[in-house]
C-alpha cells in the first residue's frame, strides 16, 4: 500500500470538505476556521509534492498570516451571522449552473489532458529550496523586486484606508 | 553581469519613478513640503517621461536588433510599443495630477501618499507594457490593481466612494485568479508562460489541446474585467461613478490602455498559433461593449456614469484593433497595431479632457457630475463650453478632431484587414453614441444656466484642459507627426509586428 | 498518479470558490473565496512543476502568494472603511451581479 497516495488522497478530500464547508457557513468566524482546514490540507499536498519551501510559506502566510488577518477584522467589524446566505433563488440557481458549467469543463478536459514538454528541467525534491532561490533572486530577480513594491503599496493602502477619518 | 546591467539600464524610467514614489511619500510626512507634493509628483513623471523619450535618441530608431530588445531574460522586451505606452500612461499621469491638485483639496484628502501611489501605478503599467512572459505581466497588472482599489476608495468620508472600491475591488481580485487559473493550465498545456516560447511552440506544430483553449478563454475573461469589454464591465458604472472624479480620469485611460497592452502582447504573440480560436471571442466581445455601451449611456443622467459606458464602447473599438492583427499579412497587422496605438493614445486625451471639465463643476457642495450641471455653460463661461464641446465632438468621431482620427484608421484597418461587417457596426454605433454626447453639447448651449455661481478653476485644471484642447484640434487638424510617432513605434518592434 | 489526479482537485476548489464569490453576500467570506480559488490555482501550478521538472510552476505559486497576501491586506482594509462609514457591520448588500 502506498502510504503517499493514501495520504494524498486524505488531504485532498479535506481540503475540498473545507471549501465546501467554507461556503456554506452563515457565521464568518466558522468559515475562517474551514478556511485553515483547507489552507493547512493544501499545505500537506506540497510536502507530498516534494515541495518543501512551498509548504512553510503555505503555513505561515496562509494559515498564519492571511486567516489571522481575516479573523481580527471579523472581530474588529463585529459581524454578526448573515441573514442569509446568498442572494435571491434565481440568482443561485444561476450561479449553481454556472458554476457546473465550468466545472464539468474542467473535468472533462483533464481525462484527456495532455502535458506539454518541460521547459527547464529542474530535479525538485531534496535541492528544492536552493533551486528556488537561485531562481528567484537570479532569473525571476525583476518580479522579485515588483512584488516588494506591491507589499508596500498595499500597506499604504491599509493606513489609508484603515485609519480614522481625522 | 551585463545583463543585470543592461536590465537596469533598460529599467531606468521604473526605477526614477519608483524612487520618485519613495521621495514623494517621505516628503508628505513634512507638512511644510504638503502643498508641493502635487506639483513634485507631476515633475516627476515628466522627467521620467524625459528619460523614456531618452531611448530612442540614444540608441537611433533602427539599431535595435530583436534580441537586443529583451531584458532580464525573457521576461521584459523594450521595444517600440513598451516605449510608446510607457509615454502616454505618463502622459495620462500627469494631466491627472494636475486636475487633482485642487480637486483633492476641495474633496478635503490632499496627502502625499496619493501621488505616490498614482507613480506606483504607473511603474505597474510601464512593467506590464514591457512584460512578455505572463508571471510579469501578472506582477505588473496587480501592482497597478492594487493601486486603483486603494486610490478608487480615496474619499473615506463618502459611501459611494467606499462602496465603488469594494465592488471594484472584489471584481478585481476575482479576474485576478481568473488570470492565474488561465496562466496556469496554459503552463499545464505547453510547459511555459513565457508568450515568445509559446509562440515558438505553436511553431513547432504542437497540438492545440483543449487545456490551452481553456486557458485562453479564462485570460480573455480576466483581460475582459481590466478593459470594462461586456460582459464584464458591471464594475464599471459604479467604480466610475464613486471614485474621486481625477481618479476615474486616470482610471479609464490609462489602467485601459495598460490592459490593451497585455491584450497585444498576450494574443498577438503569445497565442497568434491559435488565432482562429480567438477571433470568434473577441469579435462577440467588441460587438457587445461597443453596441451595449453605447445604448446604456444613452439613458444616463449622470456624467461619469455616461462617460463609463461611453468608454465601454470604446473598449468595444480597440478590441476591433486586436481582431485586426489576427490577419496573418504582415502589413494588415501593422495597421491594426498602429490604429489600435493611435486610438487609446488620442482616447487618453479626449477622456482625460472630458474628466476633467467635470472636475471643474465639482464645488464645496455641488459634486456637479450631473448632465444637468452643464447647462448654460456657455452663457458662464465660453472658453470652458467650447473646450468641452471639443471633447464631446471628438468623443463622437466628428471630423477635424482628433477622435475622428482615430476612428478612421479603426475603420480603415477593419476594412484593410476584410472585417467590414465589424466596420460597419462601429460606425452605426458611433451614429448612437452621437445622440448622447450632442445632448451634453445642448445642455450646454441651449438650456439657462441652474445657477450663477462662479466656476472654481485652477492652473492646474486650465493647463490640463489646455493641453487636451489643442492635442484634440492639433491631432485633428495635423495627424501626420502623431501618426509618424506612432508607425515608427511599430517599426522599432522585436518581431510582435 | 497523483499528479493525474491533482490538477482535478484543484479544479473542484477551483468551482467552489467561484461558486462561493458568485452566490455568497458578505464581503468579508467573497474575499476568502478568492483565496480559496488561488490556492487552487496553487495547486495546478504544482502539480504541473512536479509533472514537467520544471521551476517555474513554484516560482509563480511564489509570487501568487504574495499577490493574495497583498490583496487580503487591501481588501480588509476596504471593508473597514466601508464598516467605519456605515457603522454597522453589514457588508452583505454589496451588489456586485448588478447591470
Redesign the interface.
Known amino acids: 500500500m502506498d502510504w503517499?497516495?493514501v495520504l494524498?488522497y486524505f488531504f485532498?478530500a479535506l481540503?475540498?470538505v473545507g471549501?465546501?464547508m467554507?461556503?456554506t457557513r452563515k457565521n464568518?468566524v466558522h468559515?475562517?476556521v474551514y478556511?485553515v482546514l483547507?489552507?493547512v490540507s493544501?499545505a500537506g499536498?506540497?510536502i507530498?509534492?516534494?515541495?518543501d519551501?512551498?509548504f512553510a510559506?503555505?503555513v505561515l502566510?496562509?494559515a498564519g498570516?492571511?486567516v489571522v488577518?481575516?479573523l481580527f477584522?471579523?472581530m474588529?467589524?463585529?459581524?454578526?451571522e448573515?441573514?442569509?446566505?446568498?442572494?435571491g433563488k434565481l440568482?443561485?440557481a444561476a450561479?449553481?449552473v454556472?458554476?457546473c458549467l465550468?466545472?464539468g469543463?474542467?473535468?472533462?478536459?483533464?481525462g484527456?489532458?495532455?502535458?506539454?514538454?518541460?521547459?527547464?528541467?529542474?530535479?525538485?525534491g531534496e535541492g528544492?529550496l536552493q533551486?528556488?532561490g537561485i531562481?528567484?533572486f537570479r532569473?525571476?530577480?525583476?518580479?522579485f523586486e515588483?512584488?516588494s513594491?506591491?507589499?508596500?503599496?498595499?500597506?499604504?493602502?491599509?493606513?489609508?484606508?484603515?485609519r480614522?477619518?481625522a | 553581469m551585463s545583463d543585470l546591467a543592461q536590465g537596469l539600464y533598460f529599467l531606468r524610467p521604473e526605477l526614477l519613478l519608483s524612487f520618485y514614489g519613495f521621495f514623494l511619500l517621505l516628503l508628505s510626512t513634512l507638512p511644510v513640503f504638503r502643498r508641493w507634493v502635487g506639483g513634485l509628483a507631476a515633475l516627476g513623471c515628466l522627467l521620467t517621461l524625459g528619460v523614456v523619450l531618452s531611448f530612442p535618441y540614444q540608441q537611433g530608431m533602427n539599431v535595435f536588433q530583436a534580441s537586443d530588445l529583451f531584458f532580464f531574460g525573457n521576461l521584459m522586451i523594450l521595444d517600440g510599443m513598451a516605449l510608446f505606452f510607457k509615454g502616454a500612461f505618463l502622459l495620462a499621469a500627469i494631466l491627472s495630477i494636475l486636475i487633482s491638485l485642487r480637486y483633492l483639496d476641495t474633496e478635503g484628502v490632499q496627502s502625499g501618499e496619493y501621488y505616490s501611489l498614482i507613480c506606483f501605478a504607473v511603474v505597474g503599467m510601464m512593467i506590464m507594457a514591457s512584460g512578455t512572459d505572463l508571471l510579469s505581466i501578472f506582477v505588473g497588472l496587480e501592482l497597478m490593481a492594487i493601486c486603483f482599489y486603494i486610490l478608487v476608495g480615496y474619499l473615506r468620508g463618502n459611501r459611494k466612494s467606499n462602496e465603488a472600491a469594494m465592488k471594484y475591488f472584489l471584481l478585481g481580485a476575482f479576474s485576478t485568479g481568473v488570470f492565474v487559473y488561465g496562466a496556469s493550465l496554459i503552463y499545464s498545456a505547453k510547459g511555459t508562460t513565457n508568450l515568445y516560447q509559446l509562440a515558438a511552440r505553436f511553431e513547432q506544430g504542437d497540438p492545440h489541446s483543449p487545456l490551452l483553449i481553456l486557458g485562453m478563454i479564462l485570460l480573455t475573461v480576466s483581460l475582459g474585467f481590466k478593459v470594462a469589454a461586456v460582459p464584464f464591465h458591471m464594475w464599471a458604472p459604479d467604480a466610475y461613478e464613486g471614485a474621486p472624479t481625477a481618479v476615474t480620469a486616470f482610471l479609464s485611460t490609462a489602467s485601459k490602455a495598460a490592459a490593451f497592452v497585455a491584450f497585444v502582447r498576450i494574443y498577438a504573440v503569445g497565442f497568434l498559433g491559435m488565432r482562429d480560436q480567438w477571433l470568434p471571442l473577441l469579435a462577440v466581445l467588441s460587438v457587445a461593449s461597443m453596441t451595449l455601451g453605447n445604448t446604456s449611456a444613452l439613458l444616463q443622467d449622470n456624467m461619469k456614469r455616461m462617460l463609463a459606458y461611453s468608454s465601454i464602447a470604446h473598449a468595444g473599438y480597440v478590441l476591433i484593433g486586436i481582431i485586426v492583427m489576427s490577419r496573418p499579412e504582415v502589413d494588415t497587422m501593422q495597421t491594426g497595431m498602429l490604429s489600435l496605438m493611435l486610438y487609446l493614445m488620442i482616447y487618453t486625451f479626449i477622456n482625460l479632457g472630458a474628466f476633467s471639465m467635470v472636475v471643474m463643476l465639482r464645488r464645496e457642495n455641488l459634486a456637479g457630475d450631473r448632465v444637468v450641471d452643464f447647462s448654460g455653460l456657455h452663457q458662464r463661461s465660453p472658453m470652458a463650453a467650447f473646450a468641452m464641446l471639443v471633447f464631446m465632438l471628438s468623443l463622437a468621431g466628428i471630423p477635424a478632431t482628433a477622435g475622428f482620427i482615430g476612428k478612421y484608421y479603426l475603420f480603415a484597418a477593419a476594412m484593410k484587414a476584410h472585417f467590414a461587417w465589424l466596420a460597419v457596426v462601429m460606425v452605426l454605433n458611433s451614429v448612437v453614441s452621437a445622440f448622447y454626447y450632442l445632448r451634453v453639447v445642448w445642455h450646454m448651449y441651449q438650456k439657462p444656466p441652474v445657477d450663477s455661481v462662479r466656476y472654481a478653476v485652477s492652473p492646474g485644471l486650465v493647463a490640463a484642459v489646455g493641453i487636451c484642447l489643442a492635442f484634440n484640434l492639433l491631432v485633428g487638424i495635423f495627424p501626420e507627426t502623431l501618426i509618424e510617432l506612432t508607425r515608427r513605434s511599430i517599426l522599432m518592434l522585436g518581431r510582435a509586428g | 498518479m497523483m499528479t493525474s489526479f491533482l490538477p482535478l482537485v484543484a479544479a473542484v476548489l477551483f468551482s467552489i470558490g467561484a461558486v462561493g464569490v458568485l452566490v455568497r453576500r458578505n464581503a468579508i467570506v467573497i474575499l476568502m473565496c478568492i483565496e480559496l480559488m488561488l490556492n487552487a490555482v496553487n495547486l495546478t501550478f504544482a502539480s504541473y512543476s512536479y509533472e514537467l521538472r520544471s521551476m517555474t510552476g513554484h516560482i509563480f505559486i511564489f509570487f501568487v502568494m504574495t499577490v493574495a497576501a497583498a490583496e487580503a491586506a487591501v481588501g480588509l482594509g476596504i471593508v473597514i472603511a466601508v464598516f467605519r462609514k456605515r457603522q454597522s457591520a453589514d457588508v452583505d448588500d454589496v451588489n456586485l451581479m448588478r447591470w
Open positions: 503517499g497516495l494524498f485532498a481540503a475540498v471549501g465546501v467554507m461556503i464568518a468559515s475562517a478556511l483547507t489552507f493544501v499536498i506540497y507530498l509534492l516534494g515541495a519551501f512551498l510559506v503555505q502566510v496562509y498570516g492571511i488577518l481575516f477584522v471579523i474588529l467589524v463585529n459581524l454578526e448573515s441573514r442569509r446566505l446568498s442572494g440568482h443561485l450561479s449553481a454556472l458554476t465550468l466545472f469543463m474542467l473535468a472533462t478536459l483533464f484527456r489532458v495532455a502535458v506539454g514538454q518541460p521547459s527547464v528541467a529542474a530535479p525538485l528544492n533551486l528556488m531562481a528567484l532569473d525571476y530577480m525583476l518580479p515588483v512584488v513594491l506591491l507589499l508596500l503599496v498595499a500597506m499604504i493602502g491599509a493606513i489609508v484606508l484603515g480614522p477619518r
